[in-house]
């Protein structure tokens, strides 16, 4: 940056930023880092996470890291690892040589923790976890210093060795730092920051017995990577003067400043990856990429395109109180980008067989049509018609109500980009009732779906030409959740009981039209009046599979609009 700090800040984090650039805190550097566990793949609160730490680092002329916080090795796998860097790419940054693991920095962390030993600044515990629970006190009472407390020096580092070495059992003892138990801050009283657990880690193999505590290893691995702005959400504020203490104690060159903004919470949606995970683990859905999972993979899959989640990332902002943000910001961002960009086709999700009596029987005509009002580069596409069709079953009544505008007998109505037609006839099954198909005329004299003489009709149906169209399976979702705020649950139950049993909604006598017999598994279109859809990878030949990725009723573009009226 030329004159550093003087960008406009977008946000209280750019304004701090631009507070250190000014002083030369950190020189003319700015450098973030994305640091995600290993444990779940990522959601959409990771993107807003993702966003601004990459976009941070790119507003500035700065970098930004990717780096594995992988200091717990049970849970922990590499399926994870690649499904986050997945992730990370799809939605379009890009951490070039600056991949990093923390578990890269265990032996470091190990020579940090003998460091502070020999501070007389962290002691060998032998309390079991109970214990050292009982002692910590609470809010209102002080804690107990641990009887070990007091340890020299030279017994520490033969016991801490030792532990590292594997001669004691699991959770026998605990390297703690020695800060004050008194302190009003429990995260202040004498923390965790080593325990014994032979699990085999995902990188490092069974190297380590013992391994560091988050909150030792991450304001390390921020030093060593030379991170000027630690991002982390608001449940991290009470860490802070512990992240600060171990920098002060050690010394270390690069003391980054941890800053606090409040995550992402969506309606109708879980976030944590535990939760997330129970979802897939207990088969409520089909997996981490399912359709309705609010997971970046279930996102992709559903259709979202990474410039849509962006937006959305960047329309929520960034604050330092938490809040819950309407599930239909993120479908009207998706829905604004397709409608610039996503073809217009016809689909017949419930086909109703129309035959045209008056039509040659043997004739095909083909209409242009344009793949894209919105944007005039698009084109046209060649559209089959004949003498059956099929249109959508909800789109004639044989007895309708007063404002039904769409087909019903002695009804016209227009053929999207083809002809008028008018039902003269109702087939029906004798025995139950139901609508086999419908015969109607049509008028030559509206071709394209104009009439020469003005006469206008009220409806406008989509269609498939029968001998032309695709057979295709439709998915449609509703949220996962029918609560709002799916945590919230009597006493004894568990998020769970707040799933909605229809979430989805399989088609599966869908019709499309033969222009999309090329379509590739996440090609995403319009299908007229029905919302936008996406191939999904479920597709077969002879068979494609579209989810629908929203509806075209845009429910948070109605809100804005009744605000804006009562402001008005
Ligand atoms: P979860 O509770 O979903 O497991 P986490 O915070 O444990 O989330 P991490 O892998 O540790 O997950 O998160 C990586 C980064 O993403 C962290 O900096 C974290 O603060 C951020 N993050 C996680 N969830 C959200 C969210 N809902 N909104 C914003 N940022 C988030
Ligand atoms: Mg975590």
Redesign the pocket.
């Known amino acids: 940056m030329s004159n550093p700090g003087e960008k406009t800040p977008a946000n209280f984090i750019e304004t701090i930023i631009n507070e250190d650039l000014k002083t030369g805190r950190y020189g003319n550097r700015v450098h973030t880092r ?4 290993p ?2 793949y990522l ?1 959409i ?2 993107a ?2 993702i966003c601004l730490n990459f976009g941070i680092a790119k507003a500035y002329n700065g970098l930004c890291n990717l780096r594995f ?1 992988d200091t717990n090795p049970s849970k922990e796998d590499v399926e994870y690892v690649e499904s986050i860097m997945e992730d990370v790419r799809w939605l379009g940054f890009d951490w070039e040589d600056r991949l990093y693991y923390a578990s890269d920095y265990f032996e470091q962390l190990y020579q940090y923790a003998l460091k502070l030993i020999k501070l007389g600044k962290a002691y060998v515990c032998d309390l079991s976890p109970e214990e050292i629970k009982e002692y910590r006190g609470t809010l209102t009472q002080p804690g107990k210093e641990s009887p070990y407390r007091n340890r020299s020096i030279e017994e520490n580092l033969d016991l801490f060795e030792r532990m590292k070495n594997g001669e004691f059992p699991d959770g026998s003892r605990t390297l703690r730092a020695k800060i004050d138990m008194s302190s009003p801050n429990l995260n202040m009283r004498d923390p965790v920051i080593y325990r014994i657990q032979r699990a085999k880690h995902h990188r490092t193999g069974n190297t380590w017995c013992i391994y560091p505590m988050y909150d030792f290893a991450h304001p390390l691995s921020d030093a060593i990577e030379g991170i000027t702005h630690s ?3 608001l449940e991290f504020e009470d860490h802070r003067p512990l992240y600060d203490w171990f920098l002060d104690t050690l010394g270390v060159e690069c003391h980054s400043r941890q800053i606090e903004f409040a ?3 969506l309606s109708y949606t879980v ?4 939760k997330l995970r129970a979802l897939v683990e207990k088969g409520y859905v089909s997996g981490w990429d399912d359709p309705r999972m609010p997971t970046i993979s279930g996102l992709r899959r559903r259709g979202y395109t990474p410039e849509s989640i962006r937006d959305f990332c960047e329309r929520i902002g960034v604050a330092k109180t938490n809040s819950m943000v309407d599930i239909a910001l993120l479908e009207h961002c998706v829905r604004e980008d397709l409608n610039r960009r996503a073809p217009r086709v016809m689909a017949v999700l419930n086909p109703l067989k129309v035959v045209i009596d008056n039509y040659p029987d043997d004739q095909v005509e083909w209409f242009d049509a344009v793949i894209n009002p919105e944007d005039p580069e698009s084109g046209t596409r060649k559209i089959p018609f004949s003498k059956v069709i099929y249109i959508e079953r909800e789109d004639f009544q044989e007895n309708p109500p007063k404002k039904f505008y769409r087909l019903s007998p002695g009804k016209e109505i227009r053929l999207q980009h083809a002809y008028y037609i008018k039902c003269v006839d109702v087939v029906k099954d004798q025995q139950t009732g139901e609508i086999l198909e419908i015969h109607c005329t049509y008028d030559p004299e509206t071709r394209g779906g104009w009439s020469s003489d003005g006469r206008k009709v009220k409806g406008t149906s989509h269609w498939v030409s029968a001998s032309h169209a695709l057979k295709a399976e439709v998915r449609l979702y509703e949220h996962l959740f029918t609560k709002e705020n799916p945590e919230e649950v009597e006493e004894g139950q568990d998020f769970l009981v707040n799933l909605n049993p229809n979430s989805l909604k399989v088609l599966t006598d869908c019709l499309v039209e033969p222009s999309l017999k090329d379509a590739k598994v996440g090609d995403r279109f319009q299908f007229l009046r029905q919302g936008y859809f996406c191939v999904d990878k479920d597709s077969k030949d002879g068979m494609l599979v579209f989810n629908r990725i929203v509806s075209l009723k845009d429910s948070w573009a109605k809100i804005q609009k009744n605000e804006a009226g009562k402001q008005e």
């Open positions: 994305f640091p995600p566990e444990n779940g959601h609160g990771h807003k996470s916080d991002i982390c959400t995550r992402l919470n976030m944590s990856k535990r």
